[in-house]
């Protein structure tokens, strides 16, 4: 392969930091506007959100979004998923929701799975896959609470289940012959995706190439500025075709090699456009991020551009904790100035802070005010129906 030799454009972290920040419309009071619509605006700009099951504070895909949307409504985020059917969960480098106009770019991965399941649904009996599937076509959406005569076995992982139709399901989720039609919390009800969305025909899966389009094209411009690793975080396998894409299009001058301040031999790049269009200092809005928030996730990306080192640290032994079990890295502007390590008293209606920790540049002289008062909003948002 004939790589590009164009000299890459020097750009200051702090510039590279704003680029990012446009990207992840984290720059701008309420990007995607207001009411129900934004939902699906901001699934669909972002590319996916991020599902996990912690709930010491309000979900992470529900975080997300009220990080972007001020008005946001866990109804919207179900509306989307059960009513108009504008977002999906399936996987992307962890489950999440995605916008149903890319359902064509997953269902390659879906026939993988088909074709030959990973080793966690080996424990899958036929019989079990088959009752499932009949079920679901009999009598409509099923979660596994609707399944209460299967015969116990012992968990063989602390995350499975003692119920074989569990994973049963999982593997025909994963394998595209169902989806989640609906969620309740971390309750999931499988539906046939034909009935689900309506179909008289499956869509025609994406090829190898459009998919690999598809994820060059999603990080583009929900990271603005991009690295091999940054494109494919957790899915290294994709490196050399997307490398490819790359080096065609920088051929074409439709993406510009860019060398960002600190980061040494790694390369990245962007469009024309979003170099020329570089932001001004961001607005010292305060964002309380999820940790599964897209800007935290990639740690070693979040180190090279804001010089914050973030912590995840719900499976580290207590003492050993430094910011604490789940710490929300707290975004002042362009500064990620401190780690608050916060959990819900839902009995109580009020947020708790466990850990209050100033990095970088942050100090209570400067910061504490706004933050306090961000925390009260957020605070308002946890409670403002039952958690789920």
């Not at 129900?36 to 669909?44: H, K, L, R």
């Amino acid at each position: 392969m004939v790589r590009s030799t164009r000299r890459p454009v020097e750009l200051p972290a702090a510039v590279a930091r704003r680029i990012w920040l446009t990207a992840q419309r984290l720059d701008t009071a309420a990007p995607f506007g207001e009411g129900p619509a934004a939902t699906p605006a901001a699934v669909a700009h972002l590319g996916y959100v991020q599902i996990d099951t912690i709930n010491v504070i309000e979900r992470c895909h529900h975080h997300i979004l009220w990080t972007r949307i001020p008005d946001y409504e866990r109804a919207h985020l179900h509306a989307a998923q059960s009513v108009d059917k504008s977002v999906f969960e399936y996987w992307t480098h962890a489950l999440a929701y995605v916008p149903t106009a890319d359902l064509r770019q997953f269902l390659p991965a879906m026939a993988a799975h088909r074709q030959a399941p990973p080793s966690w649904f080996s424990a899958v009996r036929r019989k079990d896959l088959h009752r499932v599937m009949s079920l679901v076509r009999k009598n409509g959406p099923l979660s596994i609470r609707d399944i209460d005569d299967d015969v116990l076995v012992e968990k063989d992982h602390p995350w499975a289940s003692r119920k074989p139709s569990k994973r049963a399901l999982q593997l025909a989720f994963f394998a595209g012959a169902l989806t989640v039609a609906e969620r309740n919390g971390m309750i999931k009800s499988y539906e046939l995706p034909e009935r689900h969305f309506g179909w008289d025909r499956r869509p025609r899966p994406a090829t190898p190439r459009q998919v690999n389009e598809y994820v060059l094209e999603r990080a583009l411009r929900s990271q603005g500025i991009v690295s091999l690793d940054s494109i494919c975080h957790l899915d290294a396998g994709r490196k050399p075709a997307i490398r490819a894409l790359i080096e065609a299009r920088l051929r074409r001058r439709l993406l510009v090699p860019v060398a960002v301040e600190g980061a040494g031999r790694t390369e990245h790049w962007a469009s024309p456009q979003a170099l020329a269009e570089t932001p001004a200092p961001a607005a010292p809005l305060v964002h309380i991020l999820s940790p599964f928030d897209p800007l935290i996730i990639q740690r070693r990306r979040l180190k090279l551009f804001f010089g914050y080192d973030h912590l995840f640290e719900a499976y580290v032994p207590k003492e050993k904790r430094v910011y604490g079990y789940f710490a929300l890295p707290v975004l002042v502007g362009d500064a990620i100035v401190a780690a608050i390590d916060c959990k819900t008293d839902r009995q109580a209606g009020r947020l708790l802070i466990n850990r209050w920790t100033w990095v970088g540049e942050g100090s209570a002289a400067e910061h504490k005010a706004t933050i306090e008062e961000a925390l009260h909003r957020f605070e308002r948002f946890q409670f403002a129906v039952p958690a789920g």
